[in-house]
């Protein structure tokens, strides 16, 4: 990707247990990597959490999607109001790159300058089935909108609300992965 190519929004299987996600955001970059590394930031967009930054130290990441957006829109059936994961650092170098274990799987966040904009990538591998592959995808997407909005100080869709719209896409894009 060169400088003036914005990437697309959505996330592409890379396997069939795997999606991968690009986003341009406002940098500089010690701004974005804090939204991902210190927990009341990161709690904004995606979930709360604080953790140790050094190689193989623990943490758990606490999900509460309802307090994302205001409103919240239509938390759909079967998810709850909170969601915890015990995760583990895996790789750090700071302030370009974040990967940690995400259950069975890995989670690995670049960060890469592009002028006064920040390039990041999401590498999510390890999911677990098609399905999950699908929310995953959907989700990663939402939440970086979120990101997005918070970084821009804009306001961000009703986050249940987009991720439901975006299942269904998610659906149909990748349906063969």
Not at 137 to 159: I, M, Y
Request: charged fraction near 20%; glycine fraction near 8%; hydrophobic fraction near 40%.
């Amino acid at each position: 990707m060169n400088a003036t190519t914005v990437p697309s929004p959505y996330a592409t299987a890379t396997a069939a247990n795997a999606v991968r996600l690009e986003r341009l955001l406002p940098g500089p970059v010690e701004r974005v990597w804090s939204y991902l590394t210190e927990g009341s930031l990161r709690r904004q967009w995606l979930a709360d959490g604080e953790m140790t930054l050094a190689v193989g130290a623990p943490f758990e990441l606490a999900w509460r999607n309802d307090e994302l957006t205001d409103p919240p829109g239509r938390r759909p059936d079967g998810f709850g109001a909170e969601h915890r994961m015990q995760s583990t650092i895996t790789a750090l170098e700071p302030p370009h790159r974040l990967s940690f274990t995400w259950g069975p799987g890995e989670v690995s966040f670049t960060l890469e300058p592009r002028g006064t904009q920040v390039l990041l990538l999401i590498e999510h591998r390890g999911i677990s089935d098609h399905g999950n592959l699908l929310m995953i995808g959907a989700g990663w997407h939402t939440h970086l909108d979120v990101l997005a909005a918070r970084l821009g100080d804009t306001v961000p869709e009703p986050f249940w609300d987009q991720w439901a719209r975006l299942r269904e896409e998610y659906a149909v894009r990748l349906a063969q992965a």
